[in-house]
């Protein structure tokens, strides 16, 4: 069974601080998504990333997907309130298995 | 375009009732996914609809169903609802769906509280 983990699960921290957050797995995956669901939304789409070794930038965010496309990071510069919220990563299976697999959230709480 | 419309947005029922929840997906959009969601599970997914036909399903129990209509709208059902049930169920509509690895467009949700 393909799983995703992500880390950390919660995170507050003050207007103006960095962040990371990690997607990790021991499966290969064809491409990553990266999704932020607000507060009372649905979650919305931010990233794919598709090659090893990949860099996204949007805005004052960079996705980054493994050499190996087993993980996928997420950093934040100069982190604003309007960030707060629910950040969900997916992978899509490798080869044949192409079902999409959810990891269960980083809860970002970003203080002003 | 006009977005991914799920009502209704808040439902409070009661154990042992039955609830449908409805999804129209984005206009050309054929795949219609659900998907529940808790604190503690994340995003379960449910099932998946692709013109009209059941294509994908999760590993939920037989109390929870749904159809796809001709204008790809889309409802789901779930009857005798127990306590676990409360939760927020999404709606995401795409192209091509979950498992042909699409972008997913997600409506604001229904959320259910069963008492």
């Known amino acids: 069974t393909q799983l995703l983990e992500q880390s950390p699960q919660f995170l507050s921290i003050q207007e103006g601080e960095n962040l990371t957050v990690y997607c990790n797995s021991s499966?290969?995956?064809?491409?990553l998504q990266w999704y932020r669901q607000e507060p009372g939304e649905g979650p919305v789409l931010l990233v794919t990333v598709v090659t090893g070794g990949e860099v996204k930038k949007l805005k004052r965010l960079t996705f980054q997907f493994g050499d190996a496309r087993k993980d996928s990071s997420l950093h934040i510069t100069a982190a604003q309130p309007g960030d707060t919220g629910l950040y969900l990563c997916a992978g899509v299976g490798a080869g044949n298995n192409r079902k999409l697999i959810w990891g269960l959230g980083t809860s970002l709480a970003v203080n002003p | 375009k006009a977005g991914v419309t799920q009502t209704p947005r808040y439902l409070i029922k009661t154990r042992g009732q039955q609830v449908t929840l409805s999804c129209s997906p984005i206009?050309?959009?054929?795949?219609v996914s659900w998907y529940q969601q808790t604190p503690g599970q994340g995003l379960q997914f449910l099932f998946e609809?692709?013109?009209?036909?059941?294509?994908n399903k999760g590993n939920f129990p037989g109390r929870f169903s749904g159809r796809q209509f001709s204008n790809s709208r889309s409802e789901m059902n779930v009857s005798t609802l127990e306590l676990g049930d409360s939760a927020l169920y999404l709606c995401?509509?795409?192209?091509?769906?979950?498992?042909?690895?699409?972008?997913?467009?997600f409506g604001e949700g229904s959320r259910l509280t069963v008492l």
């Open positions: 609809y692709f013109s009209e036909t059941q294509r």
């Open positions: 206009s050309g959009h054929r795949s």
């Open positions: 995401a509509s795409s192209l091509d769906g979950p498992t042909r690895a699409g972008e997913l467009f």
């Open positions: 499966s290969v995956f064809s491409s």
